[in-house]
């Protein structure tokens, strides 16, 4: 018995040193790591080998210690080039070459054919006798509806609610199970000039239809991205019941101009510049993101805005002439996602 615990404690002893010679290159490794962290190490111990790849280690805290000493690098390289040019063109002052233009999609897109001359004789013709010719000739005065999906949830509700706070003279209805082409000549009778609909998803808003009374266009959108009051951060007090002003930008095709007078004729003529509202519907890379604050004077120079909510983002899926009819109705233009190339996009707003 006695053998076999001096064996056992022989072992033992064995495997401390073992254990202790294992540790010893650990605590190299952890001296040499402080030793880098510190800046202690040279520039040049510190620089990776060329053909040094970080995927290849194993260990992931030691490879995570080294890919963010690798983007540190990254960094203070960058951060060196920036300051020796900067040095560069102060030493050559007005010899000194002009700034390149970053690239960016919007300014590497291929020119659009279909983008309106404001000048142009065609333009003036089709606007003076399109379906908006008779709200921008002020002979009528918006008249709007907003409406659901069947059985709308709390959230779907709630958008209807805020957005009649942002459309003047707006009216929030229930459809109660009612086809689109019944509700429709209910509204043409009672004067109304157009009807909004918010379908929903999974409790979540997903689509807007607007229709233009009484005679078209309607437009079908997919919405996301939307927030509701609560949800903002830094958000204003609830808007007043002043006309809103209405900025639209970057609706410059035809197919876009059609959309853009569609989104002004939801709004009076005369807005009311003494709430200081505005609702802004802004085009970028065919999404329409849709904004609403409050500009606050802060100085006679400096202006700030304050969003009072609700937001959401816009992407048209298709524009039908005359009223709701998705059996017979005849379409302007209709999305089609595989025919469209992400390079070279064939549709603008």
Sequence with gaps: MAKAGNKSSGGGKKSL??????????????????ATESGAQSPKAAAFPPGFSISEIKNKQRRHLMFTRWKQQQRKEKLAAKKKLKKEREALGDKA????????????????????????????YDEATDEFASYFN??????????????????TVRLCEQLSTVVPNSHVYYRRGLALKKIIPQCISRDFT???????????????????????????????????RKEIKRRGKDPTEHTPEIILNNFTTRLGHSIGRMFASLFP???????????????QRDYIFFRFHRYIFKSEKKVGIQELGPRFTLKLRSLQKGTFDS???????????????????????
């Design 17 to 34: 040193k073992r254990k202790a010679a294992t540790e010893e290159p650990q605590e190299a490794a952890v001296a040499r790591d402080g």
């Design 138 to 155: 002020r002979q009528t005065s918006p008249k709007i509806l907003i409406t659901t999906s069947d059985r709308p949830h709390g959230r």
């Design 194 to 228: 157009d009807l909004i609909v918010i379908n929903e998803d999974r409790k979540t808003p997903n689509g807007l239809i607007l229709s233009h009374l009484p005679n078209g266009p309607t437009a079908h959108f997919k919405m996301s991205s939307v927030r509701l």
């Design 327 to 349: 059996k017979y109705g005849e379409y302007e233009w209709v999305h089609k996602p595989r025919e469209m190339d992400t390079s070279r996009r064939k549709f603008h707003l």
């Design 269 to 283: 003529h005369n807005p009311q510049f003494v709430g200081r509202q505005v609702a802004t519907f802004h085009n």
């Design 97 to 124: 070459p002009p700034k390149p233009i970053p690239k960016t999609i919007d300014n590497q897109r291929v020119y659009d054919e279909t983008i309106v001359d404001p000048n142009d004789e065609e333009v003036a």
